[in-house]
């Protein structure tokens, strides 16, 4: 029997290609397609998962005055590992020019969803943009046959609960529900969601976004090593979940 030679990689924002959701519909916000030879297997690993939403605010600032508050539409979903200024909360000011992140000892932010600026100039036009790990709808992680006639999802939760999880701790982080799935070339993996909120990954078009990420491992093997029918098989494992 062949042996087959596996090697564990990881799956990150620059290797999906994403897009955008459609509020309150599931819609998948990040695709890969596993390339041609290739075969890829759910490995018993930890995923590393955060999603942000952005919200724009305008307004002018009245004479004399020098803060605003902001109250954001979806509650905060804090993650405590990182630094509630700057990472679950990330405040940009697009005008006036020039674009800048707002320096963190220059906002308040209080739970579950309100932000105390400082520091503006007093009679001026401003508009932020405020990226924040949210709580609102569900995620899934789901993978999709070529033919498109069969899907499985091997994780499904809310997005509060992912944000807000310690995907550090052993005993709490995110795994998948599917061990051992098998995933030939040109099958899909997809990230989903169902939210009214706009989910924004981080990328070079939403760089402030850094703390949305996907991490998924899968172990990749060549599928010339497989015997025959292993796509066949692949496919009826997505069938019978």
Do not use: C
């Not at 695709?31 to 590393?48: L, M, N, S």
């Not at 308040?108 to 401003?126: D, F, H, Q, R």
């Not at 909120?197 to 010339?224: D, M």
Request: aromatic share 10%; no cysteine; hydrophobic share 40%.
């Amino acid at each position: 029997m062949k042996t087959i030679m596996k090697k564990l990689i990881r799956l990150t924002n620059q290797n999906f290609t994403l897009s955008a959701n459609q509020p309150n519909y599931e819609s998948e916000i990040a695709t890969y397609v596993v390339p041609a030879k290739a075969i890829y297997e759910i490995p018993d690993e930890f995923i590393g998962l955060k999603l942000m939403t952005k919200e724009s605010f305008s307004f002018t600032t009245s004479s004399g005055e020098t803060s605003y508050t902001i109250t954001l539409t979806y509650p905060i979903a804090r993650d405590s590992l990182i630094a509630m200024n700057g990472a679950n909360v990330i405040v940009v000011k697009t005008s006036p020019s020039p674009v800048a992140e707002w320096l963190t000892n220059k906002y308040t932010v209080t739970e579950p969803k309100t932000i105390a600026l400082s520091g503006l100039t007093e009679s001026t036009s401003y508009t932020f943009d405020v990226y924040y790990l949210f709580k609102g709808g569900s995620v899934n992680i789901t993978v999709v046959s070529a033919d498109e006639t069969a899907k499985a999802k091997v994780l499904e939760a809310s997005i509060g609960k992912v944000n807000m999880l310690n995907q550090e701790d052993v005993r709490v982080g995110l795994k998948p529900g599917m061990v051992g799935l098998v995933i030939p070339e040109r099958f899909k993996i997809q990230i989903r969601v169902i939210t009214p909120a706009t989910v924004v990954l981080y990328s070079t078009s939403n760089p402030y976004a850094r703390e949305s990420f996907i991490e998924l491992p899968v172990n990749v093997s060549n599928l010339l090593d497989w015997p025959e029918g292993i796509k066949a098989y692949a496919k009826s494992q997505l069938m019978s979940l």
